[in-house]
C-alpha cells in the first residue's frame, strides 16, 4: 500500500513557520516522497521532493527521518497564497507502480492573517 | 514558458452525450498522465502517455472512456457515453522525464458535470 497519513487540518499564522507532517511506516529503500499542494480551483502544485536527504528548494523544505518512516514540510514563513490542501505522495519504485502519483486526502493548510 | 493547458475548464452535458476534455502539456515534454476527482473523492490516476504511446492506462475505469494523444504533442479524452457517475474534475499532468527525479505540472483541470 502506497498511502501516507497526515493530518486532516492544520491551521498557522501569518510569516510563522509551518510544519506538516507525514508518516509512511511502511517505506522501501526506493520510494522517494512527493509534496504536492492544491490551492482553491487550481490543479495540484509540485512543492518538493527527497529520497533520503533533508531537501530546500525555494518553496520549502523537507525534513527526513533517519528511519524514512516519517517526514516533515517546512514552509519557513507561511503567506496567505499557502493555505492549501498539501498531499504527502510516497511513490514506489517504477516496477511497482510505474510513473503514477498515489493521492490520499491531505492536509488542509488554513493560515491566519 | 506556458504552463499546461486545459480545455474547457469547465462542461456541463446531459447524461448519454459524448464530451471531449483537451490537454496541451509543456512543449516538449514526452510524458502526459491524465487524473480525476470524481464525487468529492481522492484524486486517482487514468493514465500515462510517453509521446504518442500509453505507457500505463490500468487507471482507466472503462471503455467509455478513450485517450488519445496523436503526433505526441496535446491529448484527447473522450467520455461516450457519460454518465452521471463521471462528474468530476478531470487534471491533465506533463513531465519532461519519466521517474521520480522530476515534479509534475499539472493544469488547472476541466470541471465536468453528468446531469
Known amino acids: 500500500d502506497a498511502k501516507t497519513t497526515q493530518p486532516n487540518s492544520m491551521e498557522s499564522n501569518e510569516e510563522e513557520p509551518v510544519h506538516l507532517p507525514c508518516n509512511h511506516s511502511t517505506i522501501s529503500g526506493t520510494d522517494y516522497i512527493h509534496w504536492y499542494r492544491q490551492l482553491p480551483s487550481q490543479g495540484p502544485e509540485y512543492v518538493i521532493h527527497g529520497l533520503t536527504s533533508n531537501v530546500n528548494n525555494r518553496m520549502a523544505s523537507l525534513a527526513i527521518a533517519e528511519d524514512r518512516k516519517s517526514s516533515t514540510l517546512i514552509l519557513h514563513r507561511a503567506t496567505l497564497r499557502d493555505a492549501a490542501v498539501y498531499y504527502c505522495i510516497r511513490t514506489q519504485g517504477r516496477e511497482t507502480s510505474g510513473s503514477r502519483l498515489t493521492f490520499g486526502e491531505g492536509t488542509q493548510l488554513t493560515v491566519n492573517p | 514558458e506556458a504552463g499546461v493547458t486545459q480545455f474547457p475548464s469547465h462542461s456541463v452535458i446531459e447524461k448519454g452525450q459524448t464530451v471531449t476534455l483537451r490537454c496541451d502539456p509543456i512543449?516538449?515534454?514526452?510524458?502526459l498522465y491524465w487524473y480525476r476527482r470524481v464525487m468529492g473523492k481522492e484524486i486517482k490516476f487514468l493514465l500515462h502517455?510517453?509521446?504518442?504511446?500509453?505507457?500505463?492506462e490500468s487507471g482507466m475505469p472503462n471503455n467509455r472512456f478513450l485517450a488519445e494523444r496523436t503526433g505526441g504533442t496535446y491529448s484527447t479524452l473522450k467520455v461516450q457515453p457519460a454518465e452521471l457517475e463521471d462528474s468530476g474534475v478531470y487534471f491533465c499532468?506533463?513531465?519532461?522525464?519519466?521517474?521520480?527525479?522530476?515534479?509534475?505540472?499539472f493544469g488547472s483541470g476541466t470541471r465536468l458535470t453528468v446531469v
Open positions: 512543449s516538449g515534454h514526452d510524458n
Open positions: 502517455f510517453v509521446k504518442e504511446s500509453k505507457q500505463d
Open positions: 499532468a506533463s513531465s519532461l522525464v519519466q521517474g521520480w527525479n522530476y515534479g509534475y505540472t
